[in-house]
């Protein structure tokens, strides 16, 4: 594992900013107003040559622990346990607060290195602020500008002496190869849990890692950033241990609800969390069903090309269990008609019921999304398919089809050769998709299908 860094500071001093910048993308929300961050976001940090894991948490904040900013603050607090430094950043425009000496006391109580950044230090503005800094107990700050850039070779120099690789050691991420089973066998599965607000997402993860790792409680909408968990998962039935990489991301409201800005880069995130798995759970509570945000979340996943399945959680409160079951099978499969049968389990993130069988599904899902079929197995099973049913002739004119094949996978996606396949209706085109999916082992993952047909050399001739 890589060395790992962790920025606090009390709210709005431009944690997330900072984080942004070492990673080098935008990674984490970030909103004028305090507050934005709440749980713990990991990301790989390059600087200078340097390499290591930067850990963005929530605004230190002196509440009760019962409230959401306690809870927010016990997660910040967690996270210094696996630290091996702490950058303590304070707003040198506003000077040192009550509030940062108050952090200071704790960091000094803590048996980790910290380097303290006097942020928004760019020009002359921050200069107070930079001397009154002194008083906190870590030695002389260093002047910096999250948003401009400034100060990034003197915050180098300081992290150098803590996390300076050794030099037998080496950190080999897993390549994924879509043609090597084996080398796909061992990359993390990529996996995220999507749905609507409070439908239990963050708890099912915790309830995964065995750890409050992610902030939960019963106010809505407490999840903000897409937020990714590394974690080992051992197989009950053989023994394995397979790595996966658990996605968190804000809950999904209809989009005539989500007026507030900052909702809106939060569902935006998500959006791009979905974009990034392989294999999306729709969380769905079991106290309320299945609604029509549902559905088009699962339609918008499967538009994506990801492979879904579908988690019915709090199963251990479930009214009538065995017919809202049938209800939401039956529902799914009338409103997701570009794919039917899509694997439907039911969980429970309180009691840990289905979470293996959750788990195990998912990398099976994985596998048939990934898979690659011989062409000339493809064939076979093409020509039996047009021997069955034959294509339509439209206008008594007959549309050739003449081979197909298979052009990428994660989705798969095939092209159908032929002629006059502008005609070629969609039923049978769907008809052609099903029959790759049951018969060639694709199960519910979305498939593509495209059509081409030859060039017509004398098309452009008169």
């Not at 040192?96 to 950044?117: C, G, H, K, Y």
């Not at 006097?118 to 200069?127: H, L, R, S, T, V």
């Not at 880069?265 to 729709?282: K, N, T, Y």
């Not at 538009?303 to 579908?310: N, Q, S």
């Amino acid at each position: 594992m890589l060395p790992q860094v962790i920025i606090i500071g009390r709210p709005n001093v431009g944690k997330s900013t900072l984080f942004n910048r070492l990673v080098g993308k935008k990674l984490a929300l970030v909103d004028d107003q305090p507050g934005v961050t709440r749980d713990r976001r990991f990301g790989e940090a390059h600087l200078l040559g340097l390499d290591f894991t930067i850990v963005d948490t929530a605004g230190w904040e002196d509440l009760d622990p019962a409230t959401l900013p306690g809870r927010m603050r016990m997660q910040t607090e967690a996270s210094v346990t696996d630290a091996d430094v702490a950058l303590f950043v304070f707003d040198s425009r506003a000077g040192v607060t009550p509030l940062d000496e108050e952090i200071a006391r704790w960091l000094r109580s803590q048996d980790v290195p910290v380097i303290l950044l006097a942020n928004k230090a760019e020009g002359n503005q921050g200069d107070a602020g930079i001397f009154d800094s002194f008083s906190l107990g870590f030695g002389e700050p260093i002047a910096f500008s999250a948003e401009h850039g400034i100060g990034m070779a003197d915050l180098f120099e300081a992290l150098l002496p803590h996390i300076e690789k050794d030099e037998d050691e080496e950190y080999e991420p897993v390549e994924i190869d879509e043609e090597d089973e084996e080398a796909l066998n061992r990359a993390p599965l990529k996996l995220a849990i999507v749905g609507r607000p409070n439908a239990g997402k963050s708890t099912l993860i915790n309830a995964m890692l065995g750890e409050n790792r992610l902030l939960t409680g019963p106010e809505a909408g407490i999840t903000r950033d897409s937020i990714a968990v590394d974690w080992q998962w051992t197989d009950p039935a053989s023994g394995d241990v397979r790595p996966v990489r658990l996605i968190d991301t804000a809950g999904m409201r209809k989009k005539a609800q989500v007026v507030e800005k900052l909702e809106r880069m939060s569902v935006a995130d998500a959006r791009r969390a979905i974009d990034f798995a392989e294999v999306v759970v729709l969380l769905l509570d079991a106290t309320r069903g299945l609604e029509h945000q549902d559905l088009k979340i699962a339609s918008m996943v499967l538009e994506e090309g990801r492979a879904l399945m579908i988690a019915v959680n709090k199963w251990d409160v479930a009214e009538e269990a065995s017919s809202l079951f049938n209800g939401i099978r039956t529902a799914l499969d009338e409103g997701l008609a570009q794919v039917k049968g899509l694997p439907l389990l039911t969980v429970s993130a309180r009691t840990g019921r289905g979470l293996d069988q959750l788990i195990s599904a998912a990398f099976e899902l994985r596998a048939a999304w990934s898979k690659r079929v011989p062409t000339a197995l493809l064939n076979r099973w093409f020509d039996t398919a047009l021997a069955h049913n034959p294509p339509p002739a439209p206008g008594g004119k007959r549309i050739k089809l003449r081979y197909i094949t298979q052009a990428k996978t994660r989705p798969p996606g095939f092209v159908l050769f032929g002629t006059r396949l502008d005609d070629l209706p969609m039923s049978y085109q769907r008809y052609l998709i099903n029959g790759i999916r049951r018969e060639l082992g694709f199960d519910a993952v979305p498939v593509r299908l495209t059509l081409r047909s030859p060039k017509n050399p004398f098309a452009t001739k008169k």
